[in-house]
C-alpha cells in the first residue's frame, strides 16, 4: 500500500486558511450539479443543504448548452431512463433548462458566503470559464467528460487558479497528460479525483485503489467521486488515503431531471458527512503507538512478573520461580524476563509478589 503522505504535491491553498491535500483534513464537496432544476430558489436551498450538512463546498454547473452539445446529440441511456426519450425532450432541450445566468450564479455565490461554504462550480466549456473567472472562483472542478479536452484543460489551466480533475472513463496514461497539460499551462495546485462514470457505478468496479496509482504516476493530490450507492465506497476511500470526497445530493430523490434519482437527499447527505468526519479519526495517522485512552488498560491488563515461589534473599533466580500475572502495574513487565533470570535477589520475595529492579543485584 502506497503512504500518500511520501510525495511532495503541493496540494491546494483556498480562501480563509482552507486546504485540500493529504497534510490537511478530508474536502468533502456537496455536489449540486444540476439538481437545481434551472430553479435559483432550488439553487439556494441546496447551498444551505449542504451547508447545514457540515459539507467544505457545494458544487454547480456552468455551461451554455448550445456550446458543449449538438442539437440532435442523442442522450444518454440514464437521461433516457430518468428524463424520457429524446423524442420527448433532447439532451439539448434538457441542458437549456439546467442552466445558470450570471446573476444566478451571483446570488448562490452571495449565499455561499453568508453560509460559511465554498462556492464551486465545473465549467463545460470556454465562455463559462470566463465567467467563473470574473466572479472570481477560488478553483475550479474539471468534469470527467472533460478530462481529454486539451483545449478546454488549456484555457483553464492559464487562469492559474487552483484545479481539481475527475477522471471517469480515463485509462492511466490519458490522466498522465491531461495533467501534465494542466500543469503546463499554468496551473501548479492540482488534485485528481478518482471516478467511475457510470450512474449509479457498480461496486466492483470502484477502482478505489486507482487513487495510489494516480498518485504515484502524478505525483498529485488524489480523491474520489463517488458514483456508488451507500456508504461503503465513501468509507472505503477515505480509509485508502482520500484527500477530497464528492458525492451528488438533492432536495428530493423524487424531483424531475436525470440525476435526483442517483443523489443523496439531505438527511443522508448529514449522516454521510459525519461518517466520512469518523472515518477519517478512525484512519489515524498511520504511526503505530499507545493511544492516550489505552494507557489505563496497559497497566491494568498487561502481566507483570511475579514470584511463582517464596524466594529467600541471596537466591539466583531461575526460569521455573517467575511467572507473569497481571499486578495492576506493579513488577517488570514480561519483557524483562531475561534481565532477570539469573539474577540475585537482595531480599525476601513472598509467592505471587511482583518483582522490582531494586530487588536484584
Known sequence: MIDLNSYTHTGIDLPGGRRIGHDASLFIIAEAGVNHNGD???????????????????????????????????????????????????WFELLKTQELDRAQHEAIMRRCAERGILFMSTPYDTPSVDILDELDIALYKIASTDADNI?????????GRPMILSTAMCAMEEVVASVEVIRKAGTGQLAVMQCTGSYPAP?????LLAMHEIARRCNVAVGYSDHVPGGVAAISAVALGACCYEKHFTLNRNLPGPDHRASLEPDELKALVRDLRMAEQVRGSGSKQVMPCEVENRDRLRKRLVAARAVSAGTRLTADMVTAKRTGGAGLPPSRIDDVIGRTVTSDIEIDSPIGIKQLD
Open 203 to 207: 461496486a466492483d468496479q470502484a477502482n
Open 151 to 159: 483545449p478546454l484543460l488549456r484555457h483553464i489551466a492559464s487562469k
Open 40 to 90: 435559483l430558489g432550488m439553487a439556494l436551498d441546496l447551498v444551505d443543504v449542504a451547508a447545514e450538512a457540515g459539507a467544505d463546498a457545494v458544487k454547480f454547473q456552468t455551461f451554455l448548452a448550445e456550446h458543449i452539445i449538438l442539437r440532435q446529440a442523442p442522450k444518454a441511456q440514464y437521461h433516457i431512463d430518468t428524463t424520457g426519450p429524446d423524442s420527448e425532450q433532447s
